[in-house]
């Protein structure tokens, strides 16, 4: 599939080819879209009025349409449970939860982590004016907010992968820019307790 | 001379109808009740917020974009009606607060920093830095989130959010698209009923899309079907009313000029009303011609007491008529006008009104009939066989004087009996109710639309006066740490308080702030590089930051300032069973007062119910006083049948379980104006048999103009119908049954 998408890229000029080459519809066909999988994070948090970025290592899970786990092991273990209409956050203080249904923002947000892990093709293109730019083995997908609701926590997202997505870089308002890059990635056998819990309430 | 002031008068009423229009609005007929200014504009504010806003709710049963499309076809439809309206939704709050929200924080945040440990306080930083979801503002704003919280929190307080171009809402699983639009006044309030049509096809529409629950809302919604009522009774009430008068006005004189003047009469006291009332208001409500239909029945008696009178010989001088009849005819004239004026004396714009309208219709019917009857020249008028027919007929009823003495004490024994039952079981009522006419399904869309839209109470609520903008501020914020102490389920409040401190306020929350960074600092430096920077309380001052939030246009409403330093604090989640207990929060507390709407309505109500009721006694001793002065011996025939025609009216109205309110006592009050005439016409009568024929015919007409009153949809005038129809028969059969006979001296 993919040698064939670069055949097509060779044989037409760079603007056409740009043009033509990749949409969310070929890019949804290209990922792999397990329903569960897990695998490793460092995410590196450039924050403004800090002169040190935040680097925390952690594992994630994903089961498709019901969540994501995102366990944060360095430099200080905790835990977040994103679901389409919760997010849990919890650590050895304390727990907090938040409605989705109470944050417009939040709720889109985890609408469209679910939905990017999964290549929810329909979920990207109604929240975002998308733009792509795909080279030999990786592609690039610029996301441009549409949604009030998420203009107010992005400025735009970069989305980088091949068959799986591979970084994530979120750039927000006030400055800060978030890098998440993926990797390890595998198919677990068990589905996390975590989500299972909220599948059952 | 009266012709040119009925003709000046119609001109006048029908050029204020070709530029105006009457009033609809249900609110314009409400007491006012004894309250303080600022109670005063409290309520001209909230009720004027949404005064032409239409609230419309669909429930979606599956794809929104369907209903949407729905909704849309039907604005176009009817875009002369109504218009689309912004709404705010939960983004533009938070957009229009995001500037303001670092100085803010919830009452719940500031226990948190108070009360968290060093431990507590770093875990809370480190979940908000490494959360995938970039928080809304940067670490050193607002490492704890609190600013964030205070946005959700103010947002959360608008259920409707927008999503991809649709206001959505969503309570127990249920999904509902919001739409808020605004009407034209003059399409909806002609009383066309054109907006309930509107809304039927909408309805019809929608099923037809699989969604079968439309809720509809607001003030536009209850003063158009108010209109379309009160055009209707005007027209059905007013024709049989016209109808009835012109079919007994034949059937008692059997002459077409007869009939023809009782119907200019009528016409003429219409246009003085109407234009007097204007005059003196500067508007009239539609409710005051629905009550105004009453004039025909009244205005009628002048003209049936003349041509009774006429009537009664060969006559050639018709000025004698007068000159006989006019003392009677003034005091009928004062007795139905002071009732009328006793009506005015209460806090109810629309019974001021009918007050005004009837007193003016009535003197201006007296006048006519005075100055323009002596003036025609009738060709002699032969002794009316049908007045002697009727008056023979009715003269064989029982009376008074025929009855045995065991009769006369086992009627007294009966009468008090009933009198006694009757007043003793009383069932006095005060109800805002009664005002209003609108279908029981117009009520529950009303609550149901509030409880979805979260929206606060109109009706209770607080009123908070300081001496300044800073204590009112500080009063506030301590009927919240009341509420945050004693929690009451569902309740929650809105006010300036949710978006600016005190001073005070601010300063202590400033300083928990950075009592918080400074303790988790040591860890932050390691961790990011530098620390968090302690922030200096806001070099703006107190007016200076209701400035900015005066600013912000999306917010404006959401301030309820009454001026400087007196703001209202508005309550959702109030319930009959926790009223007291939120009413109780704003004990003991200088300047707070509580203000509940529909209480002090019903106080109102129950008032001026109670002082008309003690005015009613002073008038019946009054009027007897000089109706015994006139009649002296026999002036017991002239007020007996009216005084035992009012009590024995309420007490059969008591007996069968009708509610005894402000409206029953001032159709009481227009009993003794309109019943005393027939017992002043009836003793000072010479003919007998031509008299009670003619009180015969004006009980019938008043008792059709007011009977029709009956069928009225506004409780307040059915009430009125059915007291006075039911006491015009007693009173008239009570004149019939204690006249004089011809054998008695």
Redesign the interface.
Not at chain 2, 567 to 591: P, Q, S
């Given at each position: 599939m993919i040698k064939k998408w670069l055949t097509v890229l060779c044989l037409m000029p760079l603007g056409m080819a740009q043009a033509l080459a990749l949409n969310l519809e070929d890019l949804s066909a290209r990922l792999d879209r397990p329903s569960l999988v897990a695998g490793s994070f460092e995410?590196e948090?450039f924050?403004?009025?800090?002169?040190?970025p935040?680097k925390?290592q952690g594992v994630y899970t994903f089961w498709a349409d019901h969540g994501i786990v995102?366990e944060?092991k360095t430099?200080?273990a905790?835990k977040?449970i994103?679901t389409p209409t919760q997010?849990r956050?919890v650590?050895?203080?304390?727990e907090?939860s938040?409605s989705s249904?109470?944050?417009?923002?939040?709720?889109v947000?985890n609408q469209l982590?679910i939905g990017l892990m999964q290549g929810d093709v329909k979920v990207i293109s109604?929240h975002f004016n998308v733009a792509f730019k795909d080279s030999e083995d990786l592609w690039q997908m610029l996301l441009m907010p549409k949604?009030?609701?998420i203009k107010?926590?992005?400025v735009k997202i970069l989305i980088e992968g091949d068959k799986e997505v591979k970084t994530l870089r979120?750039y927000?308002p006030?400055?800060?820019l978030?890098v998440?890059g993926l990797k390890d990635q595998h198919h677990p056998e068990n589905i996390p307790q975590d989500l299972q819990i909220h599948n059952k309430q | 001379m009266w012709v040119l002031v009925v003709l000046v008068c119609a001109f006048f009423t029908t050029s204020w109808f070709l530029q105006h229009r009457p009033q609809t609005d249900i609110i314009s007929l409400l007491p006012q009740s004894e309250e303080s200014y600022e109670q005063t504009q409290a309520q001209k504010q909230l009720s004027v917020a949404g005064r032409n806003l239409l609230t419309v709710l669909v429930e979606i049963p599956d794809d929104p974009y369907v209903i949407k499309g729905v909704i849309n076809d039907w604005e176009k439809v009817n875009s002369d009606l109504l218009t689309h309206h912004h709404i705010k939704t939960?983004?533009d709050i938070?957009?229009a607060v995001?500037a303001v929200a670092l100085r803010q924080i919830t009452w719940e945040d500031e226990r948190m920093l108070r009360s968290y440990s060093k431990?507590?306080l770093?875990?809370?930083f480190?979940?908000l830095?490494?959360?995938?979801?970039?928080p809304?503002?940067?670490?050193?704003?607002d490492p704890f989130g609190t600013a964030a919280d205070w946005m959700?929190e103010r947002?959360?307080e608008i259920p409707i959010?927008?999503?991809?171009g649709l206001n959505l809402l969503?309570k127990d699983n249920k999904r509902y698209l919001f739409s808020l639009f605004e009407v034209t006044p003059d399409k909806v309030y002609d009383g066309s009923g054109s907006l309930q049509k509107a809304l039927l096809a909408l309805e019809s529409e929608l099923k037809k899309v699989g969604s079968d629950k439309l809720i509809v809302t607001g003030v536009p919604l209850f003063a158009s079907y108010s209109a379309m009522t009160a055009q209707n009774e005007i027209t059905v009430l007013g024709t049989f009313s016209l109808i009835g008068v012109c079919l007994l006005s034949w059937f008692w004189f059997r002459r077409f000029s007869v009939l023809a003047l009782i119907l200019l009469v009528i016409s003429q006291a219409i246009a003085v009303a109407a234009a007097t009332t204007i005059a003196v208001f500067g508007q009239i409500h539609l409710i005051t011609f629905v009550f105004g239909t009453t004039l025909i029945g009244i205005t009628v008696d002048y003209s049936a007491h003349y041509f009774g009178k006429r009537f009664e010989a060969r006559r050639t001088n018709s000025n004698n008529i007068v000159k006989e009849l006019f003392p009677s005819l003034v005091l009928a004239l004062i007795s139905t006008v002071i009732a009328f004026l006793v009506m005015a004396n209460t806090p109810m714009q629309g019974m001021q009104q009918m007050a005004v309208f009837c007193s003016s219709g009535v003197f201006s019917a007296f006048a006519a009939v005075l100055l323009w009857y002596p003036c025609i020249r009738f060709k002699t008028l032969d002794n009316h066989h049908t007045l002697q027919t009727i008056g023979s007929f009715i003269e064989k009823f029982p009376s008074w004087s025929r009855l045995s003495e065991l009769s006369k004490m086992g009627l007294l024994i009966a009468g008090a009996a009933v009198i006694i039952i009757g007043l003793v079981t009383l069932k006095p009522s005060a109800r805002l109710q009664d005002l209003n006419n609108s279908p029981p399904q117009y009520f529950q869309d009303a609550l149901l639309s509030s409880e979805l839209i979260n929206s606060t109470s109109a009706t209770q609520f607080f009123i908070v006066k300081g001496d300044n903008l800073e204590d009112l501020l500080q009063k506030q914020e301590l009927l919240y740490h009341r509420l945050a102490a004693k929690p009451i389920d569902g309740v929650s409040f809105t006010s300036l308080a949710d978006w600016m401190m005190s001073d005070a306020r601010m300063q202590h929350v400033n300083d928990i702030k950075n009592r918080a960074r400074q303790s988790i600092n040591p860890q932050v430096e390691e961790?990011?590089?530098?620390p968090l920077?302690d922030r200096e309380v806001s070099t703006l001052t107190i007016d200076q930051r209701l400035q900015v939030l005066l600013d912000i246009d999306d917010l404006k409403d959401h301030l309820n300032l009454l001026d400087s330093s007196t703001a209202m604090v508005l309550v959702r989640g109030i319930t009959a069973e926790n009223l007291l207990r939120v009413k109780a929060l704003g004990d003991h507390i200088d300047g707070v007062t509580w203000v509940n709407y529909t209480q002090n309505i019903s106080m109102t109500l129950r008032h001026y119910r109670d002082q008309i009721a003690q005015l009613l006694i002073f008038s019946i001793m009054a009027v007897v006083v000089v109706l015994a002065i006139r009649f002296k011996r026999e002036s017991w025939r002239a007020f007996l049948p009216t005084v035992l025609g009012v009590s024995l009216t309420l007490a059969i109205l008591s007996l069968l379980g009708a509610n005894y309110t402000i409206f029953t006592v001032l159709a009481l009050i227009l009993l003794l104006g309109l019943g005393f005439d027939y017992g002043i016409f009836m003793t000072s009568a010479n003919r007998q048999k031509e008299t009670v024929a003619t009180i015969t015919f004006a009980a019938l007409t008043t008792l059709l103009s007011f009977g029709l009153l009956m069928l009225s949809n506004t409780p307040a005038l059915k009430t009125f119908g059915t007291t006075v129809a039911l006491g015009q028969c007693i009173i008239w059969a009570m004149t019939v049954f204690l006249r004089k006979e011809k054998n008695e001296s």
């Amino acid at each position: 599939m993919i040698k064939k998408w670069l055949t097509v890229l060779c044989l037409m000029p760079l603007g056409m080819a740009q043009a033509l080459a990749l949409n969310l519809e070929d890019l949804s066909a290209r990922l792999d879209r397990p329903s569960l999988v897990a695998g490793s994070f460092e995410q590196e948090k450039f924050l403004i009025g800090f002169p040190k970025p935040l680097k925390t290592q952690g594992v994630y899970t994903f089961w498709a349409d019901h969540g994501i786990v995102w366990e944060t092991k360095t430099p200080f273990a905790s835990k977040m449970i994103l679901t389409p209409t919760q997010l849990r956050s919890v650590s050895d203080y304390q727990e907090r939860s938040v409605s989705s249904e109470d944050n417009p923002h939040l709720r889109v947000l985890n609408q469209l982590l679910i939905g990017l892990m999964q290549g929810d093709v329909k979920v990207i293109s109604e929240h975002f004016n998308v733009a792509f730019k795909d080279s030999e083995d990786l592609w690039q997908m610029l996301l441009m907010p549409k949604d009030k609701n998420i203009k107010m926590v992005f400025v735009k997202i970069l989305i980088e992968g091949d068959k799986e997505v591979k970084t994530l870089r979120f750039y927000s308002p006030n400055g800060d820019l978030t890098v998440i890059g993926l990797k390890d990635q595998h198919h677990p056998e068990n589905i996390p307790q975590d989500l299972q819990i909220h599948n059952k309430q | 001379m009266w012709v040119l002031v009925v003709l000046v008068c119609a001109f006048f009423t029908t050029s204020w109808f070709l530029q105006h229009r009457p009033q609809t609005d249900i609110i314009s007929l409400l007491p006012q009740s004894e309250e303080s200014y600022e109670q005063t504009q409290a309520q001209k504010q909230l009720s004027v917020a949404g005064r032409n806003l239409l609230t419309v709710l669909v429930e979606i049963p599956d794809d929104p974009y369907v209903i949407k499309g729905v909704i849309n076809d039907w604005e176009k439809v009817n875009s002369d009606l109504l218009t689309h309206h912004h709404i705010k939704t939960r983004v533009d709050i938070q957009n229009a607060v995001k500037a303001v929200a670092l100085r803010q924080i919830t009452w719940e945040d500031e226990r948190m920093l108070r009360s968290y440990s060093k431990h507590q306080l770093w875990a809370r930083f480190v979940n908000l830095i490494t959360m995938p979801p970039t928080p809304l503002f940067s670490p050193q704003e607002d490492p704890f989130g609190t600013a964030a919280d205070w946005m959700y929190e103010r947002a959360a307080e608008i259920p409707i959010r927008e999503v991809n171009g649709l206001n959505l809402l969503e309570k127990d699983n249920k999904r509902y698209l919001f739409s808020l639009f605004e009407v034209t006044p003059d399409k909806v309030y002609d009383g066309s009923g054109s907006l309930q049509k509107a809304l039927l096809a909408l309805e019809s529409e929608l099923k037809k899309v699989g969604s079968d629950k439309l809720i509809v809302t607001g003030v536009p919604l209850f003063a158009s079907y108010s209109a379309m009522t009160a055009q209707n009774e005007i027209t059905v009430l007013g024709t049989f009313s016209l109808i009835g008068v012109c079919l007994l006005s034949w059937f008692w004189f059997r002459r077409f000029s007869v009939l023809a003047l009782i119907l200019l009469v009528i016409s003429q006291a219409i246009a003085v009303a109407a234009a007097t009332t204007i005059a003196v208001f500067g508007q009239i409500h539609l409710i005051t011609f629905v009550f105004g239909t009453t004039l025909i029945g009244i205005t009628v008696d002048y003209s049936a007491h003349y041509f009774g009178k006429r009537f009664e010989a060969r006559r050639t001088n018709s000025n004698n008529i007068v000159k006989e009849l006019f003392p009677s005819l003034v005091l009928a004239l004062i007795s139905t006008v002071i009732a009328f004026l006793v009506m005015a004396n209460t806090p109810m714009q629309g019974m001021q009104q009918m007050a005004v309208f009837c007193s003016s219709g009535v003197f201006s019917a007296f006048a006519a009939v005075l100055l323009w009857y002596p003036c025609i020249r009738f060709k002699t008028l032969d002794n009316h066989h049908t007045l002697q027919t009727i008056g023979s007929f009715i003269e064989k009823f029982p009376s008074w004087s025929r009855l045995s003495e065991l009769s006369k004490m086992g009627l007294l024994i009966a009468g008090a009996a009933v009198i006694i039952i009757g007043l003793v079981t009383l069932k006095p009522s005060a109800r805002l109710q009664d005002l209003n006419n609108s279908p029981p399904q117009y009520f529950q869309d009303a609550l149901l639309s509030s409880e979805l839209i979260n929206s606060t109470s109109a009706t209770q609520f607080f009123i908070v006066k300081g001496d300044n903008l800073e204590d009112l501020l500080q009063k506030q914020e301590l009927l919240y740490h009341r509420l945050a102490a004693k929690p009451i389920d569902g309740v929650s409040f809105t006010s300036l308080a949710d978006w600016m401190m005190s001073d005070a306020r601010m300063q202590h929350v400033n300083d928990i702030k950075n009592r918080a960074r400074q303790s988790i600092n040591p860890q932050v430096e390691e961790l990011l590089g530098s620390p968090l920077v302690d922030r200096e309380v806001s070099t703006l001052t107190i007016d200076q930051r209701l400035q900015v939030l005066l600013d912000i246009d999306d917010l404006k409403d959401h301030l309820n300032l009454l001026d400087s330093s007196t703001a209202m604090v508005l309550v959702r989640g109030i319930t009959a069973e926790n009223l007291l207990r939120v009413k109780a929060l704003g004990d003991h507390i200088d300047g707070v007062t509580w203000v509940n709407y529909t209480q002090n309505i019903s106080m109102t109500l129950r008032h001026y119910r109670d002082q008309i009721a003690q005015l009613l006694i002073f008038s019946i001793m009054a009027v007897v006083v000089v109706l015994a002065i006139r009649f002296k011996r026999e002036s017991w025939r002239a007020f007996l049948p009216t005084v035992l025609g009012v009590s024995l009216t309420l007490a059969i109205l008591s007996l069968l379980g009708a509610n005894y309110t402000i409206f029953t006592v001032l159709a009481l009050i227009l009993l003794l104006g309109l019943g005393f005439d027939y017992g002043i016409f009836m003793t000072s009568a010479n003919r007998q048999k031509e008299t009670v024929a003619t009180i015969t015919f004006a009980a019938l007409t008043t008792l059709l103009s007011f009977g029709l009153l009956m069928l009225s949809n506004t409780p307040a005038l059915k009430t009125f119908g059915t007291t006075v129809a039911l006491g015009q028969c007693i009173i008239w059969a009570m004149t019939v049954f204690l006249r004089k006979e011809k054998n008695e001296s």
